[in-house]
């Protein structure tokens, strides 16, 4: 079924080591987002994407890289891994970046101790 | 900066109840506003998209309206129902991409 799709789902992590949370969509989106949400702040910017190749800073990129070096694929790293981290990541992809509906993944629930 | 603010935080209503959800924005060179449903352990799902031509759009028993002069939309619930229980967003999309509130939280009691 087509959609945008996360994994992994669920991931714990130590402090200092080094994870990528993918995120695929087969609608060939041109633009693609990652957001992180945690109580008290709500859903925040990192890093999104308006083509392959193309990227740019959100609200709260330290410590996290994106590439795109595929239009379906937008991966994001944590190099290394810190507490602060630990949150619940979502991706969403959308045709234009305004004028239109942005679709969210189900999100990655990240732990890091 | 764009800062996009909803009030209340939660809100318990009885199940038939018709309510208002509100949401406010302060930079108004918005292209769009929008509001999404979340659910308890879930991504978000898209329920209307405003352009900033519009005044409103209506799905079902759904209706937001947008006033861009006074940096506000409602989201309006028409016969609510313990289905519709969930967490509401509203994201304004403007120079930067969508900046979001923090939701509003909504218990429907049957």
């Known amino acids: 079924d087509a959609g945008i799709t996360q994994s992994p789902r669920y991931k714990i992590t130590e402090t200092g080591r080094q994870v990528t949370l993918m995120c695929h969509q087969t609608w060939s989106h041109s633009y693609m987002f990652w957001y992180r949400q945690d109580l008290g702040h709500g859903l925040r910017l990192i890093y999104y994407s308006a083509a392959a190749d193309i990227t740019d800073k959100g609200e709260v990129p330290d410590g996290y890289v994106v590439s795109r070096s595929k239009t379906e694929n937008f991966p994001l790293t944590l190099e290394s891994a810190t507490r602060s981290q630990t949150s619940v990541y979502f991706c969403a992809s959308g045709r234009e970046r305004y004028g239109n509906t942005i679709y969210f993944g189900e999100g990655s629930w990240l732990t890091v101790v | 900066k764009q800062e996009v603010t909803q009030i209340p935080a939660a809100l318990s209503v009885p199940e038939g109840e018709n309510l208002v959800l509100n949401c406010s924005f302060t930079?108004?060179?918005?292209?769009?506003l929008q509001w999404f449903r979340q659910d308890p352990g879930k991504g978000l799902t898209s329920l209307l998209l405003?352009?900033?031509?519009?005044r409103e759009q209506t799905s079902g028993r759904l209706n937001a309206s947008l006033d861009k002069s006074s940096g506000r939309s409602t989201l309006y619930i028409a016969a609510s129902q313990p289905g519709d229980s969930a967490t509401y967003l509203c994201a304004a999309s403007g120079n930067t991409p969508l900046v979001f509130g923090k939701g509003t939280r909504l218990s429907v009691i049957a």
């Open positions: 405003i352009q900033s031509s519009q």
């Open positions: 930079d108004s060179a918005i292209y769009n």
